[in-house]
């Protein structure tokens, strides 16, 4: 789970009811470019952690979803977030935006 952008993807897809398309995930991200979400994906995908759904249609529909072993790591991301409202200190600072979305509270 190393890198830049893989642990607040697992939380999104989590989030989204565990089914997520590409440009919805881009969106939820900010500002991270689609090389880089589209490498960490594949980085994902290849450690099964998350299932990528190809569609044949056109446009082309991609979707993806957690693995159990993806799913796995959920409560783990939680408790991380809990712990960061605990010791993350508001001093008139823009709140993070992955404890924005997080639902420990």
Known sequence: LGGKHKMIIIYLIAQSGNNIRFNELHREM????????????????AAGT????????????VEYSLTEKGASVVPILQSICQWAGVFYKD???????????????
């Open 91 to 105: 001093e008139g600072d823009t709140p993070m935006i992955q404890c924005q979305k997080c639902d420990h509270r």
């Open 50 to 61: 998350v299932e990528r759904r190809e569609y044949p249609q056109i446009p082309p529909r």
């Open 30 to 45: 900010g500002g991270v470019s689609y090389k880089a979400l589209s490498m960490a994906l594949k980085e994902l995908a």
